[in-house]
């Protein structure tokens, strides 16, 4: 009985899983491209692993099954084989590395601490701010605004993160990953060459009791829109 009920409320979970925003799979930038590239990538690794490792299981449970023939023999112990082990030592190491790569080549190309991306002059500075519940964006020329960012198309554009009261998350899954935003420390997030639209930017760690309605509209424009309505 427990584990029908656990298979229902299972069944009940992929069914409402289904009605998740998946714009993380559906990038719309440079940054939340390559991301996606990373996580699609691992997943089509860990599926080879999957895959191969379940069809060795489903071949030797089958081989090795109890007949008529082999019913009252106990199978030799056998100590130790080299070759395997040097195979399941060796494989998943070549497989880590060749995760490694590309992790470490895109998480250090988006870093926003690198030299190349403090000095690249044409990236667009904009300082966060976040606070019980809702977001302050002030960009160059002193401009602010509340709960809607704007930034023009095909820029890298440089957030710098603050929280005047408790951990925040600065998260727009369609233009890239969440970070934390802090109330003691700046951190610094790049989005690159983002496509025009609008998008849904929200706070991704509970803060407080208004957590859920912490949300903000990001509007990429083209850099004339962004011009103008910078000096509005
Ligand atoms: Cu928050």
Same mark, same amino acid.
């Given at each position: 009985?427990?584990?029908?009920?656990?298979?229902?409320?299972?069944?009940?979970?992929?069914?409402?899983?289904?009605?998740?925003?998946?714009?993380?799979?559906?990038?719309?930038?440079?940054?939340?491209?390559?991301?996606?590239?990373?996580?699609?990538?691992?997943?089509?690794?860990?599926?080879?692993?999957?895959?191969?490792?379940?069809?060795?299981?489903?071949?030797?449970?089958?081989?090795?099954?109890?007949?008529?023939?082999?019913?009252?023999?106990?199978?030799?112990?056998?100590?130790?084989?080299? /070759?395997?082990?040097?195979?399941?030592?060796?494989?998943?190491?070549?497989?880590?590395?060749?995760?490694?790569?590309?992790?470490?080549?895109?998480?250090?190309?988006?870093?926003?601490?690198?030299? /190349?991306?403090?000095?690249?002059?044409?990236?667009?500075?904009?300082?966060?701010?976040?606070?019980?519940?809702?977001?302050?964006?002030?960009?160059?020329?002193?401009?602010?605004?509340?709960?809607?960012?704007?930034?023009?198309?095909?820029?890298?554009?440089?957030?710098?993160?603050?929280?005047?009261?408790?951990?925040?998350?600065?998260?727009?899954?369609?233009?890239?990953?969440?970070?934390?935003?802090?109330?003691?420390?700046?951190?610094?997030? /790049?989005?690159?060459?983002?496509?025009?639209?609008?998008?849904?930017?929200?706070?991704?760690?509970?803060?407080?009791?208004?957590?859920?309605?912490?949300?903000?509209?990001?509007?990429?424009?083209?850099?004339?829109?962004?011009?103008?309505?910078?000096?509005?």
């Amino acid at each position: 009985m427990k584990n029908i009920l656990i298979r229902i409320r299972l069944l009940v979970f992929a069914c409402l899983l289904t009605g998740c925003d998946i714009s993380v799979l559906d990038p719309q930038s440079k940054t939340a491209d390559n991301q996606a590239f990373l996580i699609s990538f691992s997943f089509a690794l860990m599926m080879i692993v999957l895959i191969i490792v379940f069809l060795l299981m489903t071949r030797f449970v089958w081989k090795y099954r109890e007949t008529e023939h082999n019913k009252n023999t106990i199978p030799k112990d056998i100590k130790g084989n080299k /070759k395997l082990e040097l195979t399941w030592t060796i494989l998943p190491i070549l497989l880590l590395t060749v995760l490694a790569v590309p992790t470490i080549a895109v998480t250090y190309n988006q870093s926003a601490t690198t030299p /190349k991306a403090t000095t690249q002059d044409d990236a667009i500075h904009i300082d966060v701010t976040a606070q019980q519940f809702f977001w302050t964006f002030t960009y160059g020329n002193g401009k602010e605004s509340t709960n809607e960012l704007v930034i023009p198309e095909n820029k890298s554009i440089v957030f710098h993160l603050k929280s005047t009261d408790v951990i925040h998350s600065f998260w727009i899954p369609s233009l890239g990953g969440k970070t934390d935003v802090l109330p003691e420390k700046e951190l610094v997030y /790049k989005i690159d060459n983002p496509k025009k639209g609008t998008y849904d930017g929200k706070c991704a760690e509970f803060c407080g009791v208004n957590h859920t309605k912490m949300r903000f509209t990001a509007r990429v424009v083209s850099e004339e829109t962004y011009q103008k309505w910078l000096t509005k």
